[in-house]
């Protein structure tokens, strides 16, 4: 019992604290409500709780096989996130204006998170922690990737719903292109160490 409370506990703080999945969430929240953006919340949950069933069943294990496969998503996991700054800052007063008419949908939800660098590191971390080898091993693996498919939902969902409760103090163009502007850079900012670390490899 106290092994689930410790998993609990620990995807609840890799869920609910700041990073690019959620600034994503709160931005789309924000300017296109709670509905629209249930896909991307959808997938956000999905797509993690499979990586993080892939990387118990070795996936991560490539990385250290292939080095430069690891760098090499990494760098186009950086790259996107810029971009996806670039839209979020971009992004008009009013939706139907906006550069990005529509929030990411559920699949790019999900395969975000194969270049998304949190999502690594939670996923390689919480199977390292909280697995043995074994006959239980798979179990563990399942068990790990259900309480996090469980926890996410309400956890990013928080920002979802906080995105959408500032949509009405953002009626004013200007407002909502500051806010904008705002969750870009807290974005650049989520991947500031992944650039650093990738410009300090030889």
């Known amino acids: 019992m106290d092994y689930l409370y410790a998993v609990v506990l620990f995807a609840i703080s890799a869920s609910v604290t700041p990073g690019p999945n959620n600034i994503m969430v709160m931005s789309a929240g924000a300017n296109f409500g709670v509905r629209r953006s249930l896909p991307l919340l959808?997938?956000?949950c999905v797509g993690f709780t499979l990586m993080l069933l892939l990387v118990g069943l070795g996936f991560g294990r490539l990385f250290t096989l292939f080095p430069e496969l690891h760098f090499f998503i990494k760098c186009a996991g950086t790259l996107y996130l810029l971009y996806l700054a670039w839209l979020i800052a971009r992004s008009a007063g009013e939706v139907t204006g906006s550069t990005q008419a529509r929030p990411l949908g559920f699949f790019k939800g999900?395969?975000?998170q194969w270049v998304n660098a949190k999502a690594w590191v939670v996923a390689t971390g919480a199977i390292a922690?909280?697995?043995s080898t074994g006959a239980d091993f798979h179990q563990q693996n399942l068990?790990?990737?259900l309480i996090f498919f469980i926890v996410s939902f309400p956890c990013v969902g928080l920002w979802l719903l906080c995105g959408a409760l500032l949509k009405r103090w953002l009626a004013d163009d200007l407002a909502r292109r500051r806010f904008n502007q705002t969750m870009a850079a807290l974005l650049v900012l989520?991947?500031?160490p992944v650039i650093q670390e990738i410009l300090s490899q030889p």
Do not use: E, Q
Request: charged letters at 0%; glycine letters at 6%; aromatic letters at 14%.
């Open 42 to 44: 959808m997938g956000i």
């Open 110 to 112: 999900a395969l975000f």
């Open 129 to 131: 922690a909280f697995t």
């Open 143 to 145: 068990a790990i990737a």
């Open 190 to 192: 989520s991947v500031v």
